[in-house]
């Protein structure tokens, strides 16, 4: 286990880590079992911004791991409703 921040970093680099609550198997990161970032086919870092203001608000804490992720990532994309099953 290990800090939510380095978790994020770890997912930029393509490694897997874990924290109590966000996850990532280097390619998909995850804020509990929701899908919040994954890998595209040219390897940059996307993000699902499941936040209040793209109408997609899942939870606080979702909200703030989304929050970390875009600190790393290369680009953010609103969730579709098909992202959100």
């Not at 280097?26 to 086919?41: A, E, V």
């Amino acid at each position: 286990m290990t800090t939510n921040a380095r978790v994020t970093r770890a997912w930029a680099n393509g490694i897997p880590a874990a924290s109590a609550s966000l996850r990532t198997d280097g390619d998909r990161l995850f804020s509990y079992q929701l899908c919040i970032g994954h890998t595209d086919d040219e390897g940059r870092k996307v993000v699902r911004a499941y936040t209040g203001g793209s109408g997609h608000f899942r939870s606080q804490t979702t909200s703030c791991h989304v929050g970390l992720a875009l600190r790393v990532a290369d680009r953010a994309e609103v969730p579709t409703p098909k992202m959100t099953r």
